[in-house]
């Protein structure tokens, strides 16, 4: 191999060459879609060559209706009938082909009952999915659609809902108001550790934040930073969150922490979802320490809201599963809590959340 093949393209030329002309030689008559969607670096365009040493190759998902279920083993044998070595020198594993549903698969993934899934995901429940799935969901490539499911679902799922977009965006800047006259106060005693390591969660926050304004599906850790670089902001914020990040004095981390505060500010008031907001940093009360005032901004968006469930449970200003946490398991507990059919606990938290608010 001279050079890498980005997965998606590999993988659309395995369906065009072997999985197109297979199926349609042995199973004419089979309406069928196909896809490089879910887990995977290549399904975000982030794989390299050294993606290629586990889980990589050419892959494709195969949904065939609910109706034709019953040939699902049909389809797999043809397919693994001779399967050649290797495609494009890369080796074939052909049982990482998938053939399924549309509302199977989603539906597991996102957490939601399958036979529900085109009546379309309630607003909370988009507060259960982590954002790197949705990424995963609504990214990758289709490569061809005969019945029609799969196109509208991974369209339904392109971005957060305007209400959810709101709630998301106040809760980061909440988290970024508790928190930045924290950075400066550490630093001021002479803990220059805690500080930084108050810096590091408010530059994550920062950075989340500009996801969401560019509206864009922040990525898991290993590609956050990745996936950063690609926004339109990026440039001009990565020298200041740099040097917040590797300075080892606070009062540098401050200074570069306001300027990035104030370059989101200005973005936020962009994009005209609420008034116009002062985008200059202040002292916090009589202490020389430079805030944005976050939770400023977390009042004006959530003012906006106008789904009362929201709305109320806005007020515990936690946010979303990637702002409750970011445990692994515990960012996957819709899609496990899906898999066993048990009743969501994290579904169940919301609910009774919203339900107290009325009490």
Known sequence: MSSHIPGILLSRLFHEHYIAPRLSSTMPALSYASALVGPG???LGFDTS???DHDWGPRVLIFIRES????????LAALQHEVPIS???YPVDIYQTIVTTVPRYFGRRLGVNPTKLFEGLNLVNWLTIPSQTLAELSGGAIFRDDIGELTTVHQQLIYYPKDVWLFLMAS???RIGQEEHLMPRAGFVGDELGSALIASRLIRDVMSVCFLIERRYTPYPKWFGTAFRQLTCSSELLPHLQKAQNTNEWREREQSLAKAYQIVALMHNELQMTEPLDSEVKFFYD?????IGGGRFAEALVSKIEDPTLRKLAAFGFGGIDQISDNTDFRAISERFQTSGEINPLRVFFDRLGNERDQ
């Open 87 to 89: 495609f494009y020198n």
């Open 287 to 291: 202490r020389p320490f430079s805030v």
């Open 172 to 174: 980061v800047w909440n």
């Open 41 to 43: 670096s290549e399904v």
């Open 68 to 75: 034709d279920i019953t040939q699902k083993e049909a389809i």
């Open 50 to 52: 050294m993606s290629c």
